[in-house]
């Protein structure tokens, strides 16, 4: 329901109607709890490693149908046509928010436009919500597609293959290190290979960008939102604070920071290690 409102695809009274109901009964809070429970659980065993137990894993498949609809949103079905692969799903979970936001707050201000009702006032409570909202449920994912490109496999090679790839590690007979994410992907070291450059301007965009947006949004907005006088800004952030008490209206920002650390940057930390659990 809350995607749906946030995509304007139901009435305004109907819609309404269900945001007073997750005011009045704090599902918002509990529904982003719930999911950032959800997004940080299924990655555990990619990120650490390790063998949930199949009792664990009959609950998350239920939570899965739930927020993925039981799509596999780390494999892009155009795989079958050539266009697969780690850095293609990067591209696209990189591009696919930009989408989303353009397509739900485009018609929003073409229509406002039309009728000459478009103010930065309407634009902010009309657009930045749903923008947010599209964001919050997407840079779980993004983040943890791009720390994925500095996780590879390390085999040693003993003696050179003639069949491998001229100027290939396995061709000089070395150690050789391939994507976790994609073995057909060859890294140059554990951490470094072909995708990584992207995967950095991916960090920048959505985990960090993301943070310090919403970050100066809630400074900007934080003395409306103490005091408890509304403003454009401070309704259109509702989805963010409308839950907690005002003078804890920034906590989002811790859990969008626990869910950077825990399925993000701990990626690259000796992935498997006890030190990396203990981290964690």
């Known amino acids: 329901v809350l995607i749906w409102c946030a995509l304007g695809l139901i009435p305004k009274d109907v819609r309404h109607s269900y945001q007073r109901s997750f005011s009045r009964l704090g599902l918002s809070v509990k529904f982003k709890h719930i999911y950032g429970f959800y997004v940080i659980v299924t990655k555990v065993e990619d990120v650490y490693h390790i063998e949930l137990p199949i009792e664990v894993r009959e609950v998350l498949h239920y939570f899965r149908i739930v927020f993925t609809f039981g799509l596999n949103v780390n494999y892009l079905p155009t795989a079958c046509f050539g266009f697969g692969g780690h850095l293609n799903l990067l591209r696209f979970w990189m591009v696919l928010p930009i989408v989303v936001s353009l397509i739900v707050v485009v018609p929003t201000f073409l229509r406002l436009a039309c009728r000459r009702k478009l103010t930065v006032e309407r634009a902010i409570k009309r657009g930045l919500p749903r923008v947010m909202t599209i964001l919050f449920l997407a840079y779980p994912q993004v983040t943890k ?53 992207t995967a950095w301007f991916a960090i920048l965009l959505y985990p960090v960008g993301t943070f310090v947006l919403t970050g100066v949004l809630l400074w900007r907005a934080q003395s409306a939102i103490v005091a408890e006088r509304p403003t454009a800004l401070s309704d259109a952030l509702g989805f963010l604070h409308r839950d907690m008490q005002p003078a804890f209206c920034w906590w989002e920002l811790t859990e969008m920071a626990r869910r950077l650390w825990l399925i993000g940057f701990l990626v690259v930390v000796d992935p498997g290690s006890l030190f990396q659990l203990v981290l964690g």
């Open 145 to 197: 597609v791009a720390f994925d490109s500095f996780s590879c496999y390390r085999f040693a090679v003993v003696e050179p293959s003639a069949d491998a790839p001229e100027g290939s590690a396995a061709a000089a007979g070395k150690l050789c290190y391939y994507l976790r994410a994609d073995t057909s992907v060859e890294c140059l070291s554990e951490s470094a290979n072909p995708t990584t450059p």
